[in-house]
């Protein structure tokens, strides 16, 4: 979720690029850059820290020029430092970059080979000097920028100069956002709405796999295919741009498809790219004998989740209690335990009052939350950030799954730091939790299926999910979201427990969602799925493409992407979050706003 902004202006453009950053900044950065084009050559000017160390440097070494890109940078690979800093340059090429680029140590090493040098850490780097290898075989720079971004796996959204380009700023995205805004005489691209906001309230919002080059005569788009197309302009309030929909019909919906950028935000404060390792989390996990997770709604079924991480990796016993129990329980804690308490805003009342619980009986606490400035936040004594942005839906989806791609990472830690996997394991792990992005957006392209088949749920009145293992807290979480935005019963089961009473609510005319990747508890979750046909049921299996090929007659499937069973319930979440969000669009909801609901609970 760093910040990007681009300008081909009518006057100097770098006072502009600086505004637009400080605007960005409540996406956190560690480092800042800007470029331009100055007498048909780029320059650029970058300062490790904050805003203000950017701006001292352009104070000593002014830059001028009417074309330029600017950059907020949160590390990901590579520390934080000025050789990390965006813009990147490789040849004729600069550019800035958001998101995770899975192959970049193959490129690199391939254009290692043919003579490329590097200057840092980044997999930044490798787009700049693969476009510039591209373009040393003849293409011109869209042509180019096409061939390169066919390279490329993993999430992106770029802002691109070129040398002799002087009037040329190229952009592209796939799984991170960029937006088109349109001046007089100007033409602008950004990373949201915030971003080019001063500029102009004229959007255009780039749809996946887009790419774009902007000139003084407007904007020339282009899809993931390298077909032109025309994506509609919008008007947007100043006011309204941090909170702006968007293309997007509910903030819901937008925010199911900001996943893979707030996943990727978030795992780069646990995960070091450069190394494949885990980052410490700040808790030293020899030394804790139980962890004990406290959360309330959506917080408590990610807890749920990271309770099979802990235990199955880490050798961890971990616990997870509702907040709004726990307390009045009188639960046995030792002093070897650690209480976690999970929340999006971090002023939960039921898990605030269960945290400080804790602390008045000698018990180490720590809280995972969003908003890091929160009253969890200054209590707990340590803080486990999540970075997913605002999230304006009352049903949550972007904080949830950057809750458990924390809890995934830090399991991944705890188990490295307890001796119960080694090195190599813990670096596979650290490079399938970088894929996640890439593939929650794969599985986000569920959605026409998704929507179709959410028309005939919306007549039911009664919904069963299942799942087991970490699928089964998934199933629980597709059950709520499912009653808190369309009002439909649904009730969330292990698999294995339907025939303990469950499957005697099968019948016609009740939908049975079945949340079931491949993996080693597939074959005991198919019978499930028998048993429930046998009965008349309907089934809708959210599987993967192995999975899809062992579906029951007459079952309706989704089929998201496979993947490792450690990242399954980040990559599985979004689509039975758009499955809820569909039905609630067909019975005429108000997804944002349930009745009785609130975004924070802060009274008990």
Known sequence: MCGIIGIVGAAPVTDRLIDSLKRLEYRGYDSAGVAAVVDGHVERRRAKGKIRALEAVLDQEPLVGTVGIGHTRWATHGAPAERNAHPHRAGRVTLVHNGIIENYAELREELKAKGHTFESD???????????????????????????????????????????????????????????????????????????????NRITYLDEGDYVAIDHRGARIFDAAGAPVTRPERIVSAAAALVEKGNYRHFMEKEIHDQPDACQHTLSAYVDAVNAATVSPGVDFTKVDRLQIVACGTASYAGMIARYLFERLADLPCEVEIASEFRYRQPALAPGALALAVSQSGETADTLAALRWCKTRGIQTAALVNNHESTMAREADVLFPTHAGPEIGVASTKAFTSQVAALTAIAVSAARQRGRIDAHEEARLASILLETPRLIAQAIATEETVRQIAGDIAKARDVLYLGRGAMFPLALEGALKLKEISYIHAEGYAAGELKHGPIALVDEATPIIVIAPTDELFDKTASNMSEVIARGGRIVLITDEAGAAHAPEGARVIVAPACDPVIAPLVFAAPIQLLAYYVAVQKGADVDQPRNLAKSVTVE
Do not use: N
Request: glycine share 14%; aromatic share 4%.
């Open 122 to 200: 980044t997999d930044t780097e490798v787009i700049a000097h693969l476009l510039d290898h591209t373009l040393d075989s003849g293409l011109e720079p869209l042509a180019a920028l096409k061939a390169t971004l066919d390279r490329l796996t993993g999430a992106y959204a770029l802002g691109i100069l070129i040398d002799g380009e002087d009037e040329l700023v190229m952009g592209a995205r796939r799984g991170s956002p960029l937006v088109v805004g349109h001046g007089q005489g100007e033409m602008f691209i950004g990373s949201d709405a915030l971003a080019v906001g001063p500029f102009t």
